[in-house]
């Protein structure tokens, strides 16, 4: 699957509100659809980052050697998912903000681990 076809899978999600493909080093996104005037994709993008990066550090100060799947922060009305990518992506996350009325997490997390496991980059 490539990142167009990943991100309108995302995208297909009850209640997804945008998607992102992001590179952690840079900071940069690779792809995204959706966002509009709820959710700027490129801010979102950057700053989610920020949090992966923090987190990668944190695990590494403590030792830990797991790998992380998912960073889930919970707004008032969205769920911001963050999905690492595992080995062969390279240093990349999917990123999904959905609404928080409409959507079902654990269905989320599920269509995330499908894109990974198809998704070829």
Known sequence: MDIETALKEAM??????????VDFDSGMSLGS??????LDLDVAAAGNTEVVRAKVRTLEALSISDSIEDILITLD????????LGHGHGRL???????????NLAL??????RIEAELSI
């Open 77 to 84: 009305r969205q769920y911001h998912l963050l999905r690492i």
């Open 108 to 113: 989320a997390r599920h269509h995330l681990r």
């Open 93 to 103: 996350f999917l990123y999904l903000a959905l609404n928080r009325e409409r959507a």
């Open 12 to 21: 297909a999600v009850d209640g997804a509100i945008g998607a992102a493909l």
């Open 33 to 38: 659809m959706g966002g509009g005037h709820e």
